[in-house]
């Protein structure tokens, strides 16, 4: 059984960057695209991008110049960082896997606030 | 970006009833378009892929069809459980998007 588990703080403040990190057990890092999606507060979902193993990425052009997506197959995780943060960042933020995005994490909220 | 538009936006039905949603693209996604059902403070969880198929474990209830602009995700016999929000997202061309989400609520 797939699992991912998101982590990171939970506070960012404004104008900092937000850095969170999703670790993955019951499957192998290094099959897949591995993605990072968002949802601020009682709004709809977001894709930020993704990451497979052989470097290949892909980030949606709304926030592509503010974001890094990494990966590390020793550890099994991946990682998210978004430059230059403001409260419009404010969201739960998930992981999953695959472009259907068939496992997901259970979210971590993080609020950009000084 | 490829625009997704569910309809309803908002869904009142009783438990026993069969429902369907609607989701639009802007342009053809061929067959790769996904469903998702999320209920309140929890992850979106995969319904269907493909537009049609059913993740392993989903109940039969739930089915997708549709191709290229048009797709629909049927829910027949609705339980309490059913009743929470469903997006719909293509993953044919980057961006990915998602629908904007449909409510599913109790009448």
């Known amino acids: 059984q797939v699992q991912l588990q998101e982590s990171g703080p939970g506070q960012v403040k404004p104008s900092e960057t937000l850095s969170l990190t999703c670790s993955v057990s019951?499957?192998?890092?290094?099959?897949?695209?591995w993605n990072w999606i968002r949802q601020p507060a009682g709004n709809g979902l977001e894709w930020i991008g993704h990451?497979?193993?052989?470097?290949?990425?892909k980030y949606n052009p709304s926030l592509k110049s503010r974001v890094t997506m990494s990966v590390d197959t020793s550890t099994n995780q991946f990682s998210l960082k978004l430059t230059s943060v403001t409260a419009a960042d404010t969201a739960v933020y998930y992981c999953?896997?695959?472009?259907?995005?068939?496992?997901w994490g259970q979210g971590i909220l993080v609020t950009v606030s000084s | 970006d490829i625009q997704m538009t569910q309809s309803p936006s908002i869904l009142s039905a009783s438990v026993g009833d069969r429902v369907s949603i609607t989701c639009r693209a802007s342009?053809?996604?061929?067959?790769?378009l996904a469903w998702f059902q999320q209920k309140p403070g929890r992850a979106p969880k995969l319904l269907i892929y493909?537009?049609?198929t059913l993740k392993s474990g989903v109940p039969s209830k739930f089915s997708g069809s549709g191709s290229g602009t048009e797709f629909t995700l049927t829910i027949s016999s609705l339980q309490p459980a059913d009743f929470a929000t469903y997006y719909c997202?293509?993953?044919?061309?980057?961006?990915?998007?998602f629908g904007q989400g449909t409510r599913l609520e109790i009448k």
């Open positions: 997202q293509q993953y044919g061309s980057y961006p990915i998007t």
């Open positions: 019951g499957g192998s890092i290094s099959v897949h695209y």
């Open positions: 999953a896997r695959s472009n259907f995005l068939d496992y």
């Open positions: 342009q053809s996604v061929s067959g790769w």
């Open positions: 493909k537009a049609s």
């Open positions: 990451i497979n193993t052989v470097g290949g990425t």
